[in-house]
């Protein structure tokens, strides 16, 4: 009896003793270490850089359609007392709501847009790249094959779609180049012997014949005389050579108008 008592008693006391040493409830170890955030996933595949930086600010919100927090923004601290402030730095998004952050975009200190990394697929790599310009999309990089690099550029100016270059032989290097006005395509280049330079330039005949149509059509249009009055537009008559025009005959009056009282006023 006093053999099992003494085991009973051993066991309880090695179960405190390796909870003391940490060996047991991890989650409790993990939540009050330096850098980590209470009630934030750590397996998110999070992409903003906060952990361990005390000059870091988190704030996870819920959007559409989600039960959970799936918005994690990221503040930088600057300054201390009265002119301590927050700069949003980054923003990440579980769009699909599968627990995993799959977009994310950094600020600069201005609060302006820098860069934009998503995973459009959801399978956990990187396939879209966007790069912003002044708060303006500047570029637009794509994966398409699933490779983990870009096989398809897209250049913006003003907002607008510039220009197009595709790698379609699998070598890392644009081989097609599309030049867009207006967000129509213009014309497509074509490198053929795989050197980096277009071999052939292939222009759309019909947006040109439409093209050169509305420039004769406009050049017809200013070459044309002056369209002649409407027909039943009067014709102004000029005075008599040599009289005045103040001396042409004042209107008479229709017949059957009575005459207006002398000194009857307007």
């Not at 927050?86 to 200190?109: A, F, M, Q, S, W």
């Not at 794509?142 to 790698?167: I, M, N």
């Amino acid at each position: 009896m006093r053999s099992v008592l003494s085991c009973f008693v051993s066991s309880v006391l090695l179960s405190v003793t390796l909870t003391a040493c940490g060996g047991a409830d991890k989650s409790v170890k993990n939540a009050n270490a330096p850098g980590q955030v209470t009630g934030i996933s750590q397996d998110d595949q999070s992409k903003c850089e906060y952990n361990a930086r005390p000059d870091r600010e988190v704030r996870e919100t819920t959007g559409p359609g989600s039960f959970t927090p799936n918005i994690r923004r990221v503040y930088a601290i600057l300054g201390t007392g009265e002119e301590r402030r927050r700069i949003l730095l980054c923003r990440e998004v579980d769009t699909n709501l599968d627990g995993t952050k799959d977009v994310v975009r950094t600020y600069n200190d201005k609060g302006e847009k820098l860069n934009e990394l998503s995973d459009s697929d959801f399978d956990g790599k990187i396939d879209t790249w966007v790069t912003f310009s002044g708060g303006h999309i500047a570029k637009i990089e794509l994966d398409k094959r699933a490779s983990g690099k870009p096989t398809e550029w897209r250049f913006y100016v003003g907002g607008k779609l510039s220009r197009v270059q595709r790698d379609t032989n699998k070598d890392g290097k644009p081989d097609v180049w599309e030049v867009y006005a207006k967000g129509t395509l213009q014309r497509m280049g074509v490198d053929l012997d795989g050197d980096g330079r277009v071999d052939r330039w292939d222009r759309d005949e019909v947006l040109a014949r439409a093209e050169q149509d509305e420039e004769e059509s406009e050049e017809k249009s200013s070459d044309a005389p002056p369209a002649p009055p409407p027909s039943d537009a009067p014709a102004s008559e000029p005075p008599a050579s040599g009289a005045p025009a103040s001396e042409a005959p004042a209107p008479q009056p229709s017949a059957g108008a009575a005459a207006a009282p002398a000194g009857a006023s307007n």
